[in-house]
Structures are given as C-alpha cells and as structure tokens.
C-alpha cells in the first residue's frame, strides 16, 4: 500500500502543480483545435469534383430543380444568396437532411464525399447570370388584384385569403416556368409538403364530399382514418365523421384555381409571373 502522507508531501504537491502549469496551455490549444471551424471542403475542390456533383445533382435534384438547376417546383438555385442557407455547412445539412415542413425532402443514398460534392455544384451555380424576367412586374398589380382576383385565395403579405397557398415568398419557391404554368394550367401542378412523420404529402388535395347536408368541394386540411377537414372556397373549415359521408372523392389532378388563360393574354401572363418571381417576403 502506498502511504497516505505521500499525497500531502509539500514536494509532491509543488510538483502536481507545476505539471499542472505545463500541461494546460497544450491541453487548452488541443480543445481549441477542436472547436475552431475547419475549412470547408469546397474551398479546396476542382472542377472534377464539381463535375461528379453535376452528376448527382441530375439524378437527386434536377427533377425538382431542373436539369441546370434553373428551377422547377423547386427553386432556382442559380442565386448568389440562398435563403435557408449561410454557411456550406448549413448547405450540406440542407442537402442531406432537406428543409422540415416545405417541399425539399433530404437526399439518400450518396456518401458524406458526394453529399460535398452536390454541395460544390450547387455554389458553382451561384456564381452563374441570374434568369431574366420577362415581363413587367409594375404592372401587375390591377391584373392580381382586380380582374385576377387573386386575392380570394391568396394572402401576400397579409392580405387576401389562405384557400391556396401563401404567395409572400413564392418567388424563392418556384421558378417562372412552373409560376407561368400555375396559371395557364393549374390542374397540372401539385405543390407538396414533405413531413417527418407521414412523407411527402400533397399540400392541396381538392376533395369532393357528399355528406348530411348536401355537397362540399374544397381543400384537404387534415385526414385520419376516421374522419376528414375540409376547406371550403369561402374559407371555412368542415369537419367530417367519414362513416355520416355518402361519398368522399380525391381528385387528384382538379386544382380549385381557376385557368387564366381566357382571361390574360400571354404578355399578360408574362407580367403576372414576373410579379409572383418578385415575391420574395422579407427573409
Ligand atoms: C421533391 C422536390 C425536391 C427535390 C428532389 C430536391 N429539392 Fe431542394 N428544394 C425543393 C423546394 C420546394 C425547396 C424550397 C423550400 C422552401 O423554402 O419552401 C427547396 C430548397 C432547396 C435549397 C434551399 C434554397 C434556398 O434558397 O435556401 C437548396 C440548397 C436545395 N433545395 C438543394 C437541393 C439539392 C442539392 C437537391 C438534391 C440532392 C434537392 N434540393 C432536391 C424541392 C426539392
Ligand atoms: C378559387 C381559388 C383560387 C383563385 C381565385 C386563385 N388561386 Fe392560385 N391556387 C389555388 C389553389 C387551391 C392552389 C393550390 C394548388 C392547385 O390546386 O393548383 C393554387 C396555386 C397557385 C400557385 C402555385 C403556388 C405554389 O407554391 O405551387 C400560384 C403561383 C397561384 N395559385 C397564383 C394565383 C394567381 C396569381 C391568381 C390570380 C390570377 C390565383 N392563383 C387565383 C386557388 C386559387
């Protein structure tokens, strides 16, 4: 057994401390390495690197973001600032993971390597020329709110009403071509939701209910195994028992958006779309 007085020798305890004096500043420098943040791999890439992330971008991405990542339903990536995006850490954590409760699911299947490099192509697209408007936003604002009547259904920036989905930032959501699309034939696109528990899920599904009093057209809000809600185009919710409906339709592909393309010509369109790309809210 060692003896206890040992421990509280003078000498010895001279000793602990100056061992501890001498050891600490390279414990200190050791966490400090730790914790300083390491260069990110792009920094450091070549254009074989890029090219590889161009690849996988087409696979992963480009049905959403388009095939030169101008955009889709998804957004164009094309722009030197992404909103939910600083730093290429964040880049990466969006890429691997996606954005909670939007339309941008987390990519499975490439490494923590190729997740860098799809990361690479997507900051190379930063640097391109942006996409040109094609019409005039200013005059935009009597065909949304007058003879569009856009605001029965939308809110942008507060005004209007939610039967559709918000517009303040739909600019940063969509690109021209699927903006131009929403209007000319709406029963084509179907934005979608992704959600951690259930998947992606169609954000506005149009549903047709035969119930105790009478018919209901409107939009799905929430749907269990036992009942269903619904709202109408005046805005107001309905909640269903589905064992009280006589009938209860999904009808995938019918948007409750009217087509506009008898009421706009298509300059007019053009102005409409551009003035949508200009909604960015105020992220
Ligand atoms: C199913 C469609 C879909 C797929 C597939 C998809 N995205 Fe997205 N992505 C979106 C949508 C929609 C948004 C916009 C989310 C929002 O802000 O509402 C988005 C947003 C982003 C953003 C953020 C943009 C910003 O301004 O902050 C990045 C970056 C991005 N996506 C990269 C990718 C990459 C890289 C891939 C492939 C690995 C990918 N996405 C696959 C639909 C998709
Ligand atoms: C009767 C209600 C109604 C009216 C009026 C209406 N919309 Fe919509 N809109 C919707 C619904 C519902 C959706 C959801 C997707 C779908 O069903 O097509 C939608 C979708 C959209 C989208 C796609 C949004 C996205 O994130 O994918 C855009 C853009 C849009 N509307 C713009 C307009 C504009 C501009 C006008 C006026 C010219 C207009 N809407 C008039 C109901 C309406």
């Given amino acids: 057994m060692i003896p206890l007085d040992r421990f509280t020798s003078p000498t010895l305890m001279a000793g602990l401390m100056?061992?501890?004096?001498?050891?600490?500043?390279?414990?200190?420098?050791?966490?400090?390495?730790?914790?300083?943040?390491?260069?990110?791999?792009?920094?450091?890439?070549?254009?074989?690197?890029?090219?590889?992330?161009?690849?996988?971008?087409?696979?992963?991405?480009?049905?959403?973001?388009?095939?030169?990542?101008?955009?889709?339903?998804?957004?164009?990536?094309?722009?030197?600032?992404?909103?939910?995006?600083?730093?290429?850490?964040?880049?990466?954590?969006?890429?691997?993971?996606?954005?909670?409760?939007?339309?941008?699911?987390?990519?499975?299947?490439?490494?923590?390597?190729?997740?860098?490099?799809?990361?690479?192509?997507?900051?190379?697209?930063?640097?391109?020329?942006?996409?040109?408007?094609?019409?005039?936003?200013?005059?935009?604002?009597d065909l949304y709110a007058t003879r569009g009547g856009c605001n029965a259904c939308h809110i942008v920036n507060g005004d209007g009403k939610g039967v559709g989905p918000e517009l303040t930032e739909v600019g940063l959501r969509r690109n021209l071509e699927y903006l131009r699309r929403s209007l000319t034939n709406p029963d084509a696109d179907y934005p979608m939701r992704t959600d951690r528990m259930s998947g992606r899920i169609n954000a506005f599904l149009t549903v047709q209910v035969v119930g105790p009093t009478g018919e209901i057209e409107g939009m799905r809000v929430n749907e269990d195994e036992f009942s269903v809600q619904i709202r109408d185009l005046a805005g107001s919710i309905h909640s269903f028992d589905k064992h009280t409906l006589r009938s209860f339709k999904k009808a995938f592909g019918h948007s409750l958006m009217p087509g506009y393309t008898t009421v706009f010509s298509a300059d007019e369109v053009d102005d409409l779309a551009s003035y949508l790309m200009s909604l960015k809210g105020s992220r």
């Avoid at 722009?79 to 964040?90: G, K, P, S, T």
């Avoid at 190729?114 to 697209?125: D, F, P, T």
Wanted: hydrophobic share 40%.
């Fill in 18 to 141: 100056i061992l501890l004096v001498i050891a600490f500043p390279a414990w200190a420098l050791e966490a400090s390495q730790v914790s300083s943040p390491t260069p990110s791999p792009i920094a450091s890439m070549g254009q074989q690197d890029i090219d590889a992330g161009q690849r996988l971008f087409r696979i992963h991405c480009a049905r959403c973001h388009g095939m030169l990542g101008d955009g889709g339903e998804g957004p164009s990536l094309k722009r030197a600032r992404l909103v939910h995006v600083d730093d290429d850490d964040e880049l990466f954590a969006v890429i691997s993971e996606g954005i909670r409760g939007t339309g941008m699911p987390g990519v499975f299947g490439p490494n923590d390597q190729e997740l860098w490099q799809i990361a690479g192509y997507v900051r190379s697209l930063g640097r391109l020329p942006v996409e040109e408007m094609p019409g005039n936003p200013e005059r935009s604002a």
